[in-house]
């Protein structure tokens, strides 16, 4: 969970340097302009590759916390059925 962290850090950063940016290529024109465009894009561009991480790692986290909890809440309540299935697939594999 640090990593998701540090990865929302590293986004409100890049957040706030397009922030400036764009407010400082209002007072240029040109070429200087363009330049601050180029790098707010830049900035997007890393700001989006961060999103994604975090939406992943949240998305493999969750999933990770739902399959165990699935799993031990079947097992607990249905430990008989939980056996059966355990075994009629253990002699399943045997056969092949």
Do not use: C
């Not at 929302?8 to 330049?35: M, T, W």
């Not at 991480?53 to 799993?71: C, F």
Request: without cysteine; hydrophobic residues 35%.
């Amino acid at each position: 969970m640090g990593n998701n962290f540090t990865l929302l850090a590293k986004i409100f950063d890049i957040s706030e340097q397009i922030e400036l940016l764009q407010r400082i290529s209002f007072s240029l024109s040109g070429e200087e302009r363009d330049v601050l465009n180029a790098l707010v894009l830049d900035k997007a561009i890393e700001l989006k590759s961060l999103s994604m991480k975090v939406r992943d790692q949240i998305e493999l986290t969750n999933d990770a916390h739902t399959n165990s909890e699935t799993i031990n809440a079947t097992n607990k309540a249905y430990p008989e059925k939980q056996k059966k299935f355990t075994e009629y697939f253990s002699t399943r594999k045997n056969k092949s």
